[in-house]
């Protein structure tokens, strides 16, 4: 594992937790240099901040203590929780996001953020399904950390989910559904969709939301294909999520 040598810099944009972290938060910095976030995460005016930044050569800059609340997620929603920020502890990673030039994440990046995670972990009771992207608890305005980032090799190192069906699941799920369909497929997707965590309800109706909340699943967990559209290996992906989701829940490991 990668050792962690922490660099501090401390913010002064925190405030109190209510109860221990139970999530991670993973972003991008989506700003055209590392220092530039840096100091931005500082900044009082700003009033943002995150725990930690990881920077694109593995140096990993700690910002605040864990047991205080940072301002990272703004205006979310994950399974009923709108206060993302007194939930979790959020870790951005520098990269210029897709407005500066979206750019594949570099290895010794991905090692030190997978060091960190397991760091964390060691301090705190965070489930694999409560390792999550930005624009999962925000789709309707994030997109980071984005395709891009690379979810299935954290989940091989332990940290998070991945689901990868077998093509007889996929075909047994018919044609894809898209903005315009109505009834019953489009209704247990979006139940699928807001059990796993997501926010707008069932509604039978393909509507906006639902095109942009697949589209935030997509990124995270089918980032080959992120159009909208769920087609049956996105569906198929969801279905086994959940099963996952629900496994660790009740045993607190996975099989």
Not at 138 to 160: C, I, V
Not at 199 to 215: H, Q
Request: hydrophobic share 40%; aromatic share 8%.
């Amino acid at each position: 594992m990668t050792a962690l040598d922490f660099i501090d810099a401390p913010t002064p944009n925190t405030d109190a937790r209510r109860a221990p972290p139970d999530m991670i938060l993973l972003h991008y910095t989506g700003m055209q240099t590392g220092p530039e976030a840096l100091d931005r995460l500082r900044d009082p005016e700003a009033r943002v901040s995150a725990h930690y930044v990881v920077e694109e050569d593995g140096r990993v800059f700690r910002l605040a203590p864990e047991e205080r609340r940072c301002w990272h997620a703004g205006v979310s929603w994950w399974k009923g929780e709108s206060d993302i920020n007194a939930a979790s502890i959020g870790v951005e990673i520098v990269n210029p996001g897709h407005e500066w030039g979206y750019r594949a994440f570099p290895e010794v990046q991905i090692q030190t953020v997978i060091a960190l995670l397991a760091d964390i972990r060691s301090r705190w009771t965070i489930s694999d399904h409560r390792i999550l992207g930005h624009s999962d608890v925000a789709p309707r305005r994030k997109t980071d950390p984005g395709e891009l980032f690379p979810w299935r090799r954290l989940a091989e190192a332990g940290h998070g989910l991945w689901f990868e069906p077998a093509a007889e699941r996929i075909a047994a799920l018919g044609p894809p559904l898209g903005p315009g369909d109505e009834g019953l497929g489009v209704h247990v997707l979006q139940a699928g969709l807001h059990r796993f965590g997501y926010e707008p309800a069932p509604s039978g109706t393909y509507d906006e939301d639902t095109r942009i909340v697949v589209a935030a699943f997509q990124r995270h967990w089918r980032p080959e294909k992120v159009d909208g559209i769920a087609d049956g290996e996105t569906r198929a992906r969801l279905m086994g999520l959940l099963q996952l989701a629900q496994v660790e829940s009740v045993t607190g490991v996975l099989p």
